[in-house]
């Protein structure tokens, strides 16, 4: 499970802190560099760590903390806080338009779990009560479509496809006309996936978005491949400007470095964890949460 091994390093780190009466600056100083070594190898950005420890430091060693009658414990607070703060302090929930239909566009590489992650996204909205519609746009790879049949089938939500041959943006702007006749309250565009960023897809993004004017681009990255994924939410946010990112393949990734590096590193929220390949396995992501399971 996520944060397994991070989650122990710290507990242990900190649990020395708790059983001390008084704390020293050394105190604090040891236990921040085993904190920093631990985040280092739950391969959390460099420069993300870096900020962490001072940030921290900075708190513990204040006199409010030092002076108190339970400086371990405030101690165990501050990294509580401040890890909640690294994955965005509070949930960051979807923006549903005012005038419907919302609109929201995936993007992500290839096997990131895109498809997958847009049948689990129609299943959670019609839990709540919407009316999604999915929309192909992958007309590049030859099972793309057929996939995305497949999901919104098992899930119950309608699918959009033009096949083939047609333009991806005069698709979009199709299932957009579709969706506004038959009562869609939410349309989920699936683009075509990359192995790496390439700049022709990149641009048929953009010019979809163009089309679309979406109010969510969703940037979905596989949290087992850890900074490789922070680099593509970096690279896609730069250029294309996304809302948020899900987060899919939680329950692979033992380390959780993308998980709290993504947020400081792009200043875009964490909006979804998927933690499994069945439909319902897609939750909001909760930093606090996630903060105290790892601290236990
Ligand atoms: P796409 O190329 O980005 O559209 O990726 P797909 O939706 O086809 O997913 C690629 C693979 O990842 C599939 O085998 C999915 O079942 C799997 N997958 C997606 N999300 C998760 C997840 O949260 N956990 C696990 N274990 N597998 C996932």
């Known amino acids: 499970m996520v944060f397994e091994s991070l989650s122990e390093k710290l507990q242990n780190a900190l649990g020395k802190l708790k059983g001390k009466g008084k704390l020293s600056e050394k105190d604090v100083d040891l236990a921040m560099r085993e904190v920093r070594l631990a985040l ?21 060693i204040g006199s409010e903390v030092m002076e108190s009658l339970t400086p371990g414990q405030q101690v165990i607070k501050i990294v509580n806080e401040e890890l909640t703060n690294l994955m965005g302090k509070s949930e960051a929930k979807l923006n549903f338009s005012s005038t419907p239909p919302t609109v929201i566009l995936m993007c992500g590489l290839q096997g990131a779990g895109k498809t997958t992650t847009t049948g689990k996204l129609a299943f959670n909205l019609k839990k709540q009560n919407k009316r999604p519609l999915l929309v192909a746009c992958d007309i590049y790879r030859p099972a793309a479509i057929k996939q995305l049949e497949v999901v ?26 579709h969706g506004k006749k038959h009562g869609n309250d939410v349309i989920i565009i699936d683009t075509a996936g990359r192995l790496h960023i390439d700049e022709e897809l990149m641009i048929e993004i953009k010019n979809i978005h163009e089309a679309v004017k979406p ?18 939410a970096d690279s896609f946010n730069q250029r294309l400007g996304i809302t948020g990112v899900i987060l899919t393949k939680l329950d692979g990734d033992a380390r959780g470095g993308a998980a709290l590096s993504i947020r400081a590193v792009t200043e875009k929220p964490i909006k979804f964890a998927a933690m499994g390949e069945k439909f319902d396995q897609l939750e909001p992501f909760h930093p606090d949460r996630m903060a105290s399971r790892i601290l236990g």
């Open 40 to 60: 280092l190898e739950a391969d959390v950005n460099f420069k993300v760590v870096k900020d962490f420890i001072k940030t921290v430091k900075e708190r513990a």
């Open 152 to 177: 919104g089938e098992k899930v119950g939500a309608p699918v959009f496809t033009m096949g083939d041959k047609i333009n991806p943006v005069d698709i979009a702007k199709a299932a957009l006309e």
């Open 215 to 232: 109010n969510e681009v969703l940037l979905v990255l596989d949290a087992m491949t850890g900074q490789d994924a922070v680099n593509v």
